[in-house]
């Protein structure tokens, strides 16, 4: 059986972007888009168009600007919002018009005061009118996952009819449970006419921190496009990470999904992303975090100087990290200790490592981490005690 393509979705510099205080100019919008665009990701969500003259011109200068990406508007289904996406994506090699309403109960009743029936001829309006300025239309049915799964495949069926070339399926308020919206993807798999002219797209959300364990599950499922977003940026809790649904699946072939992310630029983008939009990466964050390769317990410094797979999953010149730390705490062990010594030229004996060890825990129980200005000052005081 041949490996499937998973697109990946990127919405860092829309959904991303609307974490407080994480707002962008073109100039560092831009600089992103070039980064993911050399990353290997299938379409940048580049903006909402309508929202504001400054969002409509970097959609603009990043259509321009992105040579292998598909580019995104998101548009809500009414005309105007349509319009003026399709004047921003112009310059697009690929462009692409993401536009669609709530389909949850709650949304119909509370949002827009409306029914079922009427959601789903504006629904079909808005596709029908965004094809008319771009091939590609992909259908957002906000609340998706806590939409009734009939009601939805209904939904589905007529925007498919309407052109829709992606069905994007939203946990939106990261409610589901991975079983749950993996079921939902099988059931759009299995009972949407003609869901074989449209791609299923997972959109999770991490309010219960399962954003990245619904996607996969989605993908499993039948999902071909996941949106994401670099260090799991977005609304309230965040949305699926990219660098982490990018790493699962290469971690596990034998899912049989594959990306065309490179992923030796997951921790440089993660970097300037981190960088830019001035929201430091929290350091146990997997796979791109400070401490994601980092060892401070003796029992498994010891286990990755013998063989660093006995602890890592991940070898780290994978995703753009040089190498392993070892850092040194009162948890660390004599291995680790030489280890150190060795890295900063120093060939301890196993008598001298006893001694050393010893001055070592004086220093370690005081200090949260023990850096190299300590060895040097504890080898030195070491050296003259034992003469």
Known sequence: MNSEKIEIFDTTLRDGEQVPGCKLNTEQKLMIAEKLDELGVDIIEAGFPVSSPGDFHSVS?????????????????NRKDIEVAAEALRFAKKPRIHTGIGTSDSHIRYKFNSNRA???????????????????????????????????????????????????????????????????????????KGIDK??????????????????????????????????GLGERAGNTALEEVVMILRQHPGLQLYTDVKSKMLNPVSLLVSELMGMPVQPNKAIVGANAFAHSSGIHQDGVIKNRETYEIIDPSEVG???????????????????????????VTKNELDFLYEEFLKVADRKKEVDNDDLSAIIERVTRKIG
Do not use: W
């Not at 596709?127 to 806590?146: L, M, Q, W």
């Open 61 to 77: 200068e990043i259509s321009k600007l992105v040579k292998n990406a598909k580019v995104c508007g998101l548009t809500r289904a």
């Open 198 to 231: 449209a791609v299923l797209s997972c959109h999770c959300h991490n309010d219960l921190g399962m954003a990245t364990a619904n996607s996969i599950s989605g993908v499993i499922n039948g999902a071909r496009q996941i949106e994401c977003t670099i260090n």
């Open 321 to 347: 990290v040089n190498a392993s730390t070892i850092v040194l705490t009162a948890r660390s062990g004599r291995s680790a200790l030489a280890y150190r010594y060795k890295n900063i030229g120093f060939e």
């Open 118 to 192: 009427d959601i789903i001829e504006r629904a079909v309006q808005a596709v029908k009118y965004a094809k008319t300025f771009v091939e590609d239309v992909e259908f957002y049915a906000e609340d998706a996952g806590r939409t009734d799964n009939d009601y939805l495949a209904k939904v589905c069926e007529e925007v498919i009819k309407a052109g829709a070339t992606v069905l994007n399926i939203p946990d939106t308020t990261g409610y589901c449970l991975p079983e749950e919206y993996g079921e939902k993807i099988k059931y759009l798999k299995e009972n949407v």
